[in-house]
Nanobody, 126 residues
């Protein structure tokens, strides 16, 4: 079992940047696919970005392409989400999740992910 803790959220003006971190404990991170989801107020949780176990494959929601970068450092048991050119519509709680069993075609489905952090709040002001 793996425990996940997100950090790095905060209040930023539109056009600014934030880097989120997801620190894992309990198991070696390289055993897991990792993903970031987000949930805006009153909306369903949505996929943002995913990364394969050793970082060779990534995938992004259309809303994140060209602005966000997902990366991982397995030696530090940490996954990152670098967010640039932030927009007010990026506001929400950002969650990282892990799975050792999800197949790549299912990465955008929340129910496929076994382990979740508690989230970190990102607020982008206009």
């Amino acid at each position: 079992q793996v425990q996940l803790v997100e950090s790095g959220g905060g209040l930023v003006q539109a056009g600014g940047s934030l880097r989120l971190s997801c620190a894992a404990s309990g198991r070696t991170l390289s055993s897991y696919l990792m993903v970031w989801f987000r949930q805006a107020p009153g909306k369903e949780r949505e996929f943002v970005a995913a990364i394969s176990q050793y970082g060779s494959i990534t995938d992004y929601a259309d809303s994140a392409k060209g602005r966000f970068t997902i990366s991982r450092d397995n030696a530090k048991n940490t996954v990152y989400l670098q967010m640039n050119s932030l927009k007010p519509e990026d506001t929400g709680v950002y969650y990282c999740a892990a799975s050792g069993a999800v197949i790549w075609s299912d990465i955008r489905t929340t129910s496929r992910w076994n382990y979740w952090g508690k989230g970190t709040l990102v607020t982008v002001s206009s």
